[in-house]
């Protein structure tokens, strides 16, 4: 069959042979922005169901988590939207200004008064999850610069390597382990799809278990809350107790859950129901049905971004394959953390559930995200246009 009568369409079997026009391109966006519009969606109303009555609490309005929640994420998508007719190229030198940005929010973050749990603080008043936004440099950042296979200018390999081995440190000082170990992770599997050779991925991996060691060894602090998730739960002295709450919530939601709105552990049990928690607070109104839908849509966005990558691949193209890579880490990867981590599997704390938690810079950089993995998806997807 020729080549002008195939189109890569179907997301699951990814090569589908069909007799559409060749510039129908592939419907591998179309499916993308039903779940993420899906997923941004049920994230605000859960978010407005788990906060209002902590909003009231503070005599604020009911809809004040929600509304600046949504004004976040309104600003992502119109960002986004300018990006959206921009060449890959262009799209990927936005490093330019995100990488001094999160330096400097990742810096002012471990400096006592500017910093709040990994966020960078200014006047009382959270602006920016530094680690998150250190790590959307960092995708952009190799994605661009990193060269090829780990080969070639020498000057864009040290600077790559030093900006990122600079947002890992000051990640693991600011966000602590969990954050560290995600943006690790992320560099990790970038460079894998950059197709760097053994060399340079057995460095990355020996500076993170290097620094990990050491920040284990010479401040006990940044361990300690990943030990206090971590150990066994018959020591209630020693256990994080809000992970009791968080997996009560849980179990209480059941197949169905209590309806939304309806749910209790959210006025009072858990200590952030609009936040860190939100998920048990979730799981609770929505039950194991409402999860496993959650689940199902985060699948489908790591599914598509695996096969942009693949497309990306077939062209040659392994800096738009990076940047699908890392775009897709950011958003499904930090979902898994956390979920992981409410639900008392994985004890890395610190990492908020994006779409969901409270947290209007985070909603910013997340729709951010997905409307450029929305354009890396829609240009990857028409595989019969000229290169």
Sequence with gaps: MLRSEQT??????YAVESKERETSGSLSPFTYLCAVLIISLLGLIVLYSSSYSAALEKGLPHYWYFIRQAAGGALGLAAGFMLHFAKPGTIRKIWYILLPLSIIALAASCVPGF?????????????????SLGLFA?????????????????????????????????SLASGGFGWFFLSSLSLIVILRVKKVGRLPLLIALLFIIV???????????????????????????????????????????????AGLGKGLYKLGSLSSPESMFIFASMSEELGLTGSLALLLLLFFVAVIGVRTTARANRRNDSA??????????????????????VSAFLPLPGILLPFFSYDPSGEFLSVLAAALLYRFIYMMGRENEKK
């Design 8 to 13: 890569s369409y179907d997301d699951l079997s």
């Design 115 to 131: 910093g709040d749990s990994g966020f960078a603080v200014i006047s009382g008043h959270r602006i920016v999850s530094a680690p």
């Design 138 to 170: 960092m995708v952009m950042l190799i994605s661009d610069v990193f060269p090829e296979g780990g080969r070639g200018e020498r000057t864009r390999l040290l600077f790559s390597s030093a900006a990122s081995a600079v947002i890992l440190i000051l």
């Design 211 to 257: 620094t990990a060691v050491l920040a284990a060894v010479l401040f006990p602090s940044l361990i300690s809350p990943v030990l206090s998730s971590f150990l066994p739960v018959d020591d209630p002295a020693l256990y994080d107790q809000n992970l009791f709450a968080s997996r009560d919530a849980i179990a209480a939601g059941g197949i169905a859950g």
């Design 320 to 341: 738009s394959a990076a940047v699908a890579t890392g775009l897709t880490l950011f958003l499904v990867l930090r979902s898994l953390f956390n979920i992981l981590y």
